[in-house]
């Protein structure tokens, strides 16, 4: 009874690996990139791409076990999620006031180390923020927040 229930049970796992969610993956506009479009310190910019981009932007980077299912469909819900609160890909389409509360989230967020999320950090060390580089990513989204660099469309 136990062989058939393994049986069963790897089949199963075998037919939900073809039953997969879509990628996200866009090309990048520079025209439209919080990044390209704010031009923070290469310190910034590097815990932006390592702590943020891979969720809340068009171009994350895909680990390898994110090719098993089911665990596909919990990071690109994950992703899904992250996108609809901030896309630092489509920074350049919010309007002022919309990126202004964008970074104000930001900087709650980063301060109750609610961002990243613990999840994520599980399997991507370089995204566990130390204080320092908490302050440093609230200076950079305050600066944003009180407009920024970038111009208002």
């Given at each position: 009874m136990r062989n058939r229930f393994l049986l069963a049970f790897a089949a199963l796992f075998l037919v939900a690996q073809f039953i997969r969610p879509a990628r996200t993956?866009?090309?990048?506009?520079?025209?439209?990139d919080l990044i390209a479009?704010?031009?923070?310190s290469a310190e910034v910019?590097?815990?932006l791409?390592?702590?943020c981009y891979d969720c809340h932007s068009g171009q994350p980077r895909y680990p390898w076990y994110a090719a098993l299912t089911p665990v596909n469909w919990w990071l690109q819900h994950h992703i899904d999620e992250g996108r609809e609160h901030f896309d630092a890909s489509s920074w350049g389409s919010y309007a002022a006031d919309d990126r202004a509360h964008v970074a104000d989230e930001a900087i709650e967020m980063i301060k109750k180390e609610e961002m990243p999320l613990t999840e994520y950090t599980w399997t991507h060390g370089d995204a566990r923020l130390s204080m320092d580089q908490r302050v440093a990513l609230t200076g950079y989204f305050s600066?944003?927040?009180?407009?920024?660099s970038e111009q208002d469309d």
């Open positions: 993956a866009e090309p990048v506009d520079p025209a439209r479009l704010t031009s923070p910019e590097q815990l791409r390592t702590a600066g944003l927040a009180g407009g920024g």
